[in-house]
T-cell receptor
Framework: KNQVEQSPQSLIILEGKNCTLQCNYTVSPFSNLRWYKQDTGRGPVSLTIMTFSENTKSNGRYTATLDADTKQSSLHITASQLSDSASYICVVSAQDSWGKLQFGAGTQVVVTP | DAGVTQSPTHLIKTRGQHVTLRCSPISGHKSVSWYQQVLGQGPQFIFQYYEKEERGRGNFPDRFSARQFPNYSSELNVNALLLGDSALYLC??????????????FGEGSRLTVL
């Protein structure tokens, strides 16, 4: 069973609207949680990194939240643009092995005009 | 500064063949990790190398092997290719091995198709 679950699997939103993506994880002991944006056929690009003590972090129109108690995170996209169409992947790192990141399957976001 | 570079970008092989994928990390980065991403899924960890030593291995068969060179570049080798090995292979680099909060930079990937 995947230790990082993302929802929804996909969503379509109108340009200019907001949306929120969810990530639930069971990875333990928790080190940090990252959100990546991946365009089709390209490598992932980092949006945010949050450690245990951080509740929210922003990167432009992207805002990530973390509740380490409930092991949940969300990524909020504000005023979506066509260029936001991509897969958004939640990645959780355990403290015992840096390289063994646990990736979610991603949420495919399509922004339409 | 150049980012993480991978080669080749695309390649087609037949079952049973062998493939070598190459990765050059960002200058100054000593850690390289390899990931396999099957279409529609998130990346799966294959290997991590730091200072030319293997520091982590995912749940992949022995057909998969890798190494890191003195200049910190890396190769991923896959023997006896199977149809299921068709995927995007991603390389990522970072400054250190034990930096749990450090930035991880991905290359654009090598798209392998096995026929």
């Amino acid at each position: 069973k995947n230790q990082v679950e993302q929802s929804p699997q996909s969503l379509i939103i109108l340009e200019g609207k907001n949306c929120t993506l969810q990530c639930n994880y069971t990875v333990s002991p928790f080190s940090n949680l990252r959100w990546y944006k991946q365009d089709t056929g390209r490598g992932p690009v980092s949006l945010t990194i949050m450690t245990f003590s951080e509740n929210t972090k922003s990167n432009g129109r992207y805002t990530a939240t973390l509740d380490a108690d409930t092991k949940q995170s969300s990524l909020h996209i504000t005023a979506s643009q066509l260029s936001d169409s991509a897969s958004y992947i939640c990645v959780v790192s355990a403290q015992d092995s840096w390289g063994k990141l646990q990736f979610g399957a991603g949420t495919q976001v399509v922004v339409t005009p | 500064d150049a980012g993480v570079t991978q080669s080749p970008t695309h390649l087609i092989k037949t079952r049973g063949q062998h493939v070598t994928l190459r990765c050059s990390p960002i200058s100054g980065h000593k850690s390289v990790s390899w990931y396999q991403q099957v279409l529609g899924q998130g990346p799966q960890f294959i290997f991590q190398y730091y200072e030319k030593e293997e520091r982590g291995r995912g749940n992949f068969p022995d057909r998969f092997s890798a190494r890191q060179f003195p200049n910190y570049s890396s190769e991923l080798n896959v023997n006896a290719l199977l149809l299921g090995d068709s995927a995007l292979y991603l390389c990522a680099s970072s400054l250190s091995s034990g930096d749990y909060t450090g930035e991880l930079f991905f290359g654009e990937g090598s798209r392998l198709t096995v026929l």
